[in-house]
């Protein structure tokens, strides 16, 4: 099992910055880390959760949504089993909740189908 907790999230204005983490830990992630990949997803209300931005957790090699890229940027510190996505320029469009998401398996970008573990999310809102 793994377990992902997310924080950093909170009102903000437009154009404002804010950062998330995503804290990981469990046996299973201690273990087989080298072969996850993690990621973000958001959902605003009366929305599918969506693809935000996902990082191999070894390789480090980064995927983005289009409607992100220039703004956000996804990281890992591995020692700290800490993700972090710090989102630049945000504006209403980005209000939603942020969810963290792990998979051990190889298919990236991730997909809702293929991940594996869920955080529960962090709310964040930007006002106009």
């Known amino acids: 099992q793994v377990q992902l907790v997310e924080s950093g999230g909170g009102l903000v204005q437009t154009g404002d910055s804010l950062r998330l983490s995503c804290a990981a830990s469990?046996?299973?992630?201690?273990?087989?880390?080298?072969?996850?990949?993690m990621g973000w997803f958001r959902q605003a209300p009366v929305t599918e959760r969506e693809f935000v931005a996902d990082?191999?957790?070894?390789?480090?090699?980064?995927y983005y949504a289009d409607y992100v890229k220039g703004r956000f940027t996804i990281s890992r510190d591995n020692a700290k089993k800490t993700m972090y996505l710090q989102m630049n320029n945000l504006s209403p469009e980005d209000t939603a909740v942020y969810y963290c998401a792990a998979s051990p398996g190889l298919i990236r970008p991730l997909s809702r189908s293929t991940v594996n573990y869920w955080g529960k999310g962090t709310l964040v809102t930007v006002s106009s």
């Open positions: 990082i191999g957790w070894i390789t480090g090699t980064l």
């Open positions: 469990g046996r299973d992630f201690g273990r087989t880390s080298g072969t996850y990949s």
